[in-house]
């Protein structure tokens, strides 16, 4: 199907379907037609059993990362793969909790946040002030974070469901800890090329040899040349369109409506030690003493039953959308400053809300904040058109060149590369998730056409074009002999360091004394390491066989390009309860670990998931 359109998308044909595609946009708008193609596909990142995972979702949990610090600023875009996939493995858990019958209630997120410390004040009490702040630096609203964070707990629900059956035998326990926290002496002697007998070359024989028997390892991958445009965002010139009156008005009015209010709150709470209709007299109350002119503050701190902005004469400070549910929003979002609300129900007890500011700047003060905001949309308008039209003409133009030229981007042209390579400096785009796949699709690399555009983020997107292609190849051995032989002549010399030191060991067993041997000693060796030992020598070490019927365990191992030939002379096992204990948890942790994963592997591979 895309070989005949591609075909038929030439000449007089391809003017015609564009009229019509620009009468389509002249009458309908360009969302009909891109609606028409791809539906909601664009706004789908991945979907996990039919549940969509939106590209808006993906963003703001990159974003979340950024700001975190979790991912460098640079780095976000190679990490919104790994993110996706935490995306996608987090929805797939969420849904076998459900489907298995788990549940988080609302009551129970309420009481998990009313507990935690980081949202309390001083006095230990709840402080929406404190949580709306910690929300705003982490990127949060309310409502995001009380739905991930129910989220979560179904998600440990359901592992500490099957690690609670994880258990370990205290006698594996003990000999795993003899093994891991045993000490060694030993003695150590390197042999080197300098120790043999007899310096080592190849001949060309050997050579040939070498190359016939790894031939692999001479190979020149597939390569390509390309072409490829890219278009960043970033580099989109400043819009000189100017941003009149009207706009800034209405922007404003857009951020005044959504601004954060600072309120003041009477709480009268029911249930437990006072029934709704008591709760309602008790409001009835404030409300009529608040109509005959008393003062609010004095009111909030004699009849709510929030301490901690009862103190404050009610006090809560700024409060945003999602803290205390939608009457209480509705109500809130619908008064004026100095305005006072009959008494909101919501989640179980009545508010008497006064709201005492919206936490906005003025809009002489905001003016050319709003400004920017306004260029800023329209750069990302041109963006968007952009984009779209670099999707329509790489994809019926014959080369990419004449497609740069349209759009004013530069061409870019490269050497010979293939899929594997480390991409730096000006290619370095190359080397980001997707483009080299792209490069060597059949559509690009066999019928000689420009790709799809690849999105990197929501801010660039790329286009490449094979120029020429040659297939991988085996490297004559006159083309690498110089490779080939110190290859040779390396795994040659570790060979006679090899013979030399099984000799040296088999003397050492007989009881006799090698020639040239110079020993260095090491005293209560563990498994960390000791002193200047290099990680491979400690590892080889504790390799080596035990001491046998009065004699020392004698072994040899490489460690590099050298031969370490070792006498373990006494091994100590004993263990301490504290060195028990901790393999204990270290073993608990691994064994739990393990049973996550296999559990995680398993619910992935069972669901259907498919990315965009």
Same mark, same amino acid.
């Given at each position: 199907?895309?070989? %005949? ?29 891109? /609606? ?10 991945? /979907?996990? !059993? ?31 793969? +790994? ?13 076998? +909790?459900?489907?298995?019958?788990? /549940? ?74 003899? =093994? ?15 120790? =043999? ?17 790894? %031939? ?40 005044? +409506? ?5 309120? $003041? ?35 909030? %701190? ?144 066999? !019928? ?27 490297? +004559? ?9 110190? $290859?040779?002549?390396?795994? %040659? ?118 990315? !965009?």
């Amino acid at each position: 199907m895309l070989q %005949k359109i591609r075909d038929r998308a030439q000449g007089w044909i391809a003017r015609i379907i564009v009229a019509l595609i620009a009468l389509t946009f002249t009458l309908f708008g360009a969302e009909s037609l891109l /609606s028409y193609f791809n539906g909601s596909q664009r706004d789908e990142a991945a /979907s996990v !059993n039919g549940e969509t995972i939106s590209r808006q979702t993906l963003d703001i949990e990159v974003q979340r990362a950024v700001r975190s610090g979790r991912v460098p600023p640079d780095q976000q875009n190679e990490a919104r793969r +790994a993110i996706l996939d935490s995306l996608i493995t987090r929805t797939a858990m969420e849904q076998y +909790a459900r489907d298995g019958g788990m /549940s988080f209630s609302d009551q129970q997120v309420d009481q998990l946040l009313v507990n935690r410390q980081e949202f309390q004040d001083s006095n230990g009490h709840f402080s929406a002030e404190l949580f709306q702040r910690r929300l705003g630096s982490a990127g949060y609203t309310a409502d995001e974070f009380r739905r991930q964070l129910q989220e979560d707990m179904l998600t440990q629900q359901l592992q500490n469901g099957l690690i609670a059956g994880t258990f370990l035998l205290p006698s594996e326990t003990r000999r795993l800890a003899e =093994l891991r926290y045993q000490q060694r002496d030993f003695r150590y002697a390197t042999l080197d090329e300098d120790a =043999l007998e007899q310096p080592v070359s190849v001949s060309d024989d050997e050579v040939q040899a070498w190359y016939d028997a790894h %031939k692999e390892a001479y190979q020149r991958p597939e390569e390509v040349r390309l072409e490829y445009v890219v278009l960043d965002r970033s580099q989109l010139t400043e819009d000189d369109q100017s941003v009149d009156e009207q706009q800034l008005r209405q922007r404003y009015e857009q951020r005044r +409506a959504t601004a954060p209010r600072e309120v $003041s709150d009477i709480v009268v709470t029911f249930g437990d030690d006072r029934t709704r209709e008591e709760a309602q007299a008790r409001v009835d109350e404030v409300e009529a003493r608040l109509q005959d002119g008393e003062d609010f503050a004095a009111l909030a %701190k004699q009849y709510s039953d929030d301490p901690s902005s009862a103190d404050r004469g009610g006090r809560m400070g700024a409060v945003s959308e999602g803290i205390f549910g939608q009457p209480f929003d509705e109500a809130v979002s619908s008064m004026s400053p100095g305005e006072v609300s009959q008494g909101v129900e919501s989640d179980g007890v009545f508010h008497v809300i006064r709201v005492d500011n919206i936490d906005i700047d003025s809009f002489d003060e905001m003016r050319d904040e709003l400004a920017s905001e306004l260029r800023q949309a329209q750069r990302d308008e041109r963006f968007q058109q952009l984009a779209q039209q670099l999707s329509d003409e790489s994809f019926s133009a014959d080369d990419l060149e004449s497609v740069a030229d349209r759009l004013n981007l530069p061409l870019q042209r490269t050497d010979w590369v293939s899929r594997n390579d480390q991409f730096e400096g000006d290619n370095a785009v190359l080397g980001e998730a997707g483009v080299m796949d792209a490069a060597f699709s059949d559509d690009v690399l066999n !019928n000689g056409y420009n790709s799809e555009p690849v999105e990197l983020g929501q801010d660039r997107r790329v286009v490449v074009r094979v120029t020429e292609h040659r297939p991988a190849t085996t490297l +004559a051995l006159d083309d690498v002999r110089d490779q080939a032989e110190r $290859s040779a002549l390396q795994e %040659k010399r570790r060979q006679a360091l090899a013979e030399q030191a099984d000799q040296t060991v088999a003397t050492l067993r007989r009881g006799e004394t090698p020639e040239g041997v110079t020993w260095q000693e090491v005293t209560g060796a563990t498994r960390d390491g000791q002193g200047e030992l290099s990680a491979d020598l400690i590892n080889a070490a504790f390799g080596m066989p035990r001491p046998h019927d009065g004699h020392p365990g004698y072994g040899h191992a490489r460690t590099g390009e050298q031969q370490v030939v070792f006498a373990i002379d006494h091994v100590d096992t004993d263990v301490s309860d504290e060195q028990i204990s901790s393999m204990t948890d270290g073993l608990w942790n691994a064994q739990a670990g393990q049973t996550i994963g296999v559990m995680t592997d398993a619910i992935r591979n069972h669901a259907d998931i498919s990315q !965009n």
